[in-house]
């Protein structure tokens, strides 16, 4: 009953706010959240700090400011998701070079996409299926909160994309939809099987990754991108694709994996406000042997 209360008197009226009073909440929302509360501070301080350790603590600290109110307009922005207009998920979340996947798309083959919790994935996964000729299949966990992975589920899905849980992933890849389709990895998150993972080094620390893109790629010979989003101003995105390899069974083991790894360090390094900071990513320490 919490759930639905909070649904359908707390973050629906939210959403039906206009973009104006949206970011006027996001903004107060920073004071409180960062400024009053703290929310996660000590874990987005930690990262930082461990991330960026040729940086001085005031450097830090800005980092740290700039990410709470990047992150106070991703809450918000993810709320609106839930009632966003085709129109306006489609000029605030703009796909650059989508050209460069046609040919795959012309022959009849499915891609990879991996990309990490950088920007507004939200958007991301809102928009895709209005500006894609793939049928989009993002790949997730589901929420222990059935009503609202249903809800989740229907606001993600509403303009094309198609969500599959991780543990059917394999069962997808095999699925025929009738179109080709794009395969969505968000690989940033910390693997729950530190034994069947490729350890790396990651913004200065050792860092167990998933291997799944990679698995894929070569098992079912599919080309890999790497999609960046960039944020070109205040609740307006590009997303801008990269090949990895449209020969992965060519590759040398791990080579795919450590590529879209460094393109995302890369990414964090340039504006490393827009990522994900309040995850817990390095919460296994140790190095241990790869299972590939």
Same mark, same amino acid.
């Given at each position: 009953m919490g759930?639905? +209360?909070?649904?359908y008197l707390l973050i629906?009226?939210?959403?039906r706010l206009p973009f104006f009073m949206l970011y006027g909440l996001s903004d107060l929302t920073y004071?409180?959240?960062y400024r009053v509360f703290g929310y996660r501070k000590k874990v987005v301080l930690t990262n930082i700090e461990k991330s960026f350790p040729e940086k001085s603590k005031a450097e830090h600290k800005i980092m740290m400011d700039k990410f709470y109110r990047h992150f106070c307009d991703l809450v918000l922005e993810s709320i609106k998701g839930f009632t966003i207009s085709e129109d306006k998920i489609?000029?605030?979340?703009?796909?650059?070079?989508?050209?460069? +996947?046609k040919p795959y798309f012309d022959q009849g083959k499915d891609i990879i996409m991996v990309g990490g919790h950088y920007n507004n994935w939200e958007y991301l996964a809102v928009g895709i299926g209005l500006c894609f000729d793939f049928i989009p299949v993002g790949i997730y966990k589901p929420l222990s909160s059935k009503f609202f992975d249903e809800k989740m589920r229907k606001s993600r899905e509403k303009y094309g994309l198609r969500l599959t849980p991780m543990k059917e992933t394999k069962n997808t890849f095999e699925a025929d939809f009738g179109t080709p389709k794009a395969m969505i990895f968000g690989a940033d998150q910390s693997p729950s099987n530190v034994e069947r993972c490729h350890w790396t080094t990651f913004l200065n620390q050792d860092t167990p990754v998933f291997f799944g893109p990679e698995k894929f790629a070569k098992e079912f010979d599919l080309p890999v991108f790497f999609s960046t989003i960039h944020k070109v101003k205040r609740g307006h995105f590009e997303v801008v694709h990269q090949l990895i390899t449209d020969?992965?069974?060519?590759?040398?083991?791990?080579?795919i994996t450590e590529a879209h790894v460094r393109l995302l360090e890369?990414?964090?390094?340039?504006?490393?406000?827009?990522?994900?900071?309040?995850?817990?990513?390095w919460k296994h320490s140790h190095r241990r042997p790869s299972n590939n």
């Open positions: 759930a639905k +209360l909070a649904y629906i009226p939210i959403s004071f409180w959240l489609k000029r605030r979340m703009v796909f650059k070079n989508n050209e460069l +996947l020969k992965p069974r060519e590759t040398q083991p791990t080579e890369k990414d964090i390094n340039a504006n490393p406000e827009y990522w994900l900071w309040t995850h817990k990513r």
